[in-house]
């Protein structure tokens, strides 16, 4: 075990490397983007603050959808845009762009029911 992992470190590195790199951009796309949707979400939602009903069904609709896709068939489904998009499907670039629409729905959702 001890020789496989001597031999494969540097793919280990560059898998932990892409990892974080994908991790850090849907951690800042989710704070940029996921913060305010939620926000709007909670401030047009019935009895809200500013309530709009058009506003908050678009935004609202955004976050049910993209959440309510399995990741992997989210990932499937926007293979053509993120290849119109990055220019890959594939890679860092290609796997990075779906997880920027997931986690902004996620902490959207969540900072709207916070």
Same mark, same amino acid.
Request: charged share 10%; net charge neutral.
């Given at each position: 075990?001890?020789? #496989?992992?001597?031999?494969?470190?540097?793919?280990?590195? &560059?898998?932990?490397?892409?990892?974080?790199?994908?991790?850090?951009?849907?951690? /800042?796309?989710? !704070?940029?983007? $996921?913060?305010? *949707? $939620?926000? !709007?979400?909670?401030? &047009?939602?019935?009895?809200?603050?500013?309530?709009?009903? !058009?506003?908050?069904?678009?935004?609202? =609709?955004?976050? #049910?959808?993209?959440?309510?896709?399995?990741?992997? *068939?989210?990932?499937?489904?926007?293979?053509?845009?993120?290849?119109?998009? =990055?220019?890959?499907?594939? $890679?860092?670039?290609?796997?990075?762009?779906?997880?920027?629409?997931?986690? /902004?729905?996620?902490? $959207?959702?969540?900072?709207?029911?916070?």
């Amino acid at each position: 075990m001890i020789e #496989t992992l001597q031999d494969n470190w540097p793919a280990l590195l &560059t898998a932990l490397y892409e990892t974080g790199v994908m991790v850090f951009f849907a951690l /800042v796309a989710a !704070v940029l983007g $996921g913060l305010p *949707l $939620g926000t !709007v979400i909670f401030l &047009t939602r019935k009895g809200g603050i500013n309530e709009n009903r !058009v506003i908050w069904f678009i935004a609202d =609709m955004y976050v #049910t959808i993209v959440r309510s896709f399995p990741f992997l *068939l989210f990932v499937v489904f926007l293979i053509p845009f993120t290849r119109l998009v =990055m220019g890959t499907s594939f $890679g860092l670039a290609g796997g990075t762009f779906p997880m920027l629409f997931v986690a /902004v729905a996620i902490y $959207g959702r969540l900072t709207e029911q916070i």
